[in-house]
């Protein structure tokens, strides 16, 4: 990747840092969009394995959404910003979508009952997820005025740059999808481990389900 | 269910009119605002922009006062368990909140603009109308639902006043920034500008969208 692409001659080699500033971004923006996907399906079915699900893809979103902000800010001391689509509007919707879904876990564990807290917490990724879009287009239409936008980064750049490029963000959405998956797996290792000791001890088993909430039993 | 809405309504606004507890701290808080923002900003005047952000700023922060008062009644007195015996819709309960946190935000707004005229705004209000009311309006429908929605979800939590104005405020965002933008040229000294339907258009589809999702949404809130 840091190879493959030309200098770019305006930033040097401080630019690559957009190979995984923007990814970042993107992936963190459309897991946010997942969560609330996986929200709506376990509202609706009531099964908490979306709503594990759920909660692994805003969490893991979160963590990109850092990682984000951290390479945005790198990057925007090291340069001035070359597109015009990637200054100051974008970075304050993300920020302002990142505030919002940084309450998402204080939310979840101020609730004691596991059953509602999942319930809570399904709404507040729905109402997020469908957040994220408006705020991005709201927050665009407000800086209209001032800068005229050009049509799309992709357009601006030339071939190579644009091809590692989309083969960052295929990779990024790849990085993200598996470590989602490993959180995952090892939750659900974890409950069954707790389970089984349980059994072992002789208690009771739970009758709850899967959830995301820390047993307190 | 309009029989429900009605009852409703009619509770929470008797309610208030009895107890006083909202409407005058909203009220209150607008006002001092006006004077805290006269202290930090150190001008006696504002016009354009700044006049319209500090307008809705603190509209904002009086509606998030609003949403916080909003179903604390219903937690402490048992009003969630007598609804949720009711043969009713539970969506009644949703549109009977956002009906009267409307009616609130209206009823401050009318009072807090005009005392924004009076206090800090350098050109009149004339030049303003009509289109101050619509935009006012069109964002209070928006910010009723945000808050009975954030209202619902906060009120069961344990860290009820500290929730909401976390989630509420970065939720009422696009809501500010469409409402700022548009009121901007409204506020202008010099000959107020026409009033740009691109922000009339955003606070429509974000009201729309939000209220559709959040009448979807709720019924899962007020399940035991």
């Known amino acids: 990747m840091f190879f493959y692409a030309p200098l770019e001659i305006d930033q040097g080699f401080v630019q690559k840092i957009f190979y995984v500033h923007v990814p970042l971004a993107i992936v963190a923006l459309v897991g946010f969009v997942v969560g609330g996907i996986y929200a709506i399906r376990f509202l609706r079915s009531g099964d908490r394995a979306h709503d594990l699900r759920s909660y692994v893809a805003i969490h893991m979103s979160l963590i990109f959404g850092v990682g984000a902000l951290l390479t945005g800010s790198i990057w925007a001391r090291a340069s001035w910003g070359h597109w015009w689509l990637w200054d100051e509007p974008t970075l304050v919707s993300f920020l302002i979508v990142f505030l919002l879904y940084a309450c998402y876990q204080p939310l979840r564990f101020s609730i004691e009952d596991p059953e509602r807290q999942s319930r809570y917490a399904a709404v507040f990724a729905v109402v997020g997820g469908a957040f994220v879009p408006l705020n991005f287009m709201a927050v665009r239409a407000a800086q209209s005025n001032i800068h005229p936008r050009t049509l799309s980064a992709s357009d601006n750049l030339p071939g190579p740059i644009a091809l590692t490029f989309l083969l960052c963000i295929v990779a990024m959405g790849l990085l993200f999808i598996t470590l989602c998956k490993y959180e995952l797996a090892a939750k659900n290792t974890r409950m069954q481990l707790r389970s089984l000791k349980r059994r072992l001890s002789g208690e009771a088993p739970l009758q709850r389900g899967r959830s995301a909430a820390p047993q307190e039993l | 269910m309009r029989s429900a809405v009605i009852a409703l309504v009619r509770k929470d606004l008797l309610a208030e009119l009895r107890s006083f507890e909202a409407v005058p701290a909203m009220l209150m808080f607008t006002i001092s ?79 807090a603009v005009a005392a924004f005229a009076v206090l800090l705004l350098e050109p009149g209000l004339g030049r303003a109308m009509p289109g101050l009311p619509l935009v006012l309006l069109l964002a209070d429908a928006g910010l009723a639902v945000i808050g009975t929605l954030v209202g619902a979800l906060a009120v069961q939590t344990r860290a009820r006043d500290l929730i909401v104005p976390l989630l509420a405020l970065p939720l009422s965002i696009p809501l500010l920034i469409a409402g700022a933008n548009a009121t901007a040229p409204l506020l202008a000294r010099s000959g107020a500008a026409a009033l740009e339907g691109r922000w009339l258009a955003i606070l429509g589809l974000y009201d729309v969208v939000f209220a559709l999702l959040a009448y979807a949404v709720f019924d899962y809130l007020l399940e035991d």
């Open chain 2, 33 to 111: 605002a006006f004077a805290l923002f006269h202290f930090g900003l150190d001008r006696s005047s504002l016009e354009g922009s700044l006049a319209s952000g500090v307008l809705w700023v603190t509209l904002l922060l009086a509606a998030v006062l609003g949403m916080n008062r909003l179903f604390v009644t219903e937690r402490e007195q048992g009003g969630f368990d007598a609804f949720l015996l009711a043969p009713v819709d539970r969506t009644a309960m949703f549109v009977a909140k956002v009906i009267v946190l409307f009616g609130f935000l209206v009823v401050v707004e009318v009072v």
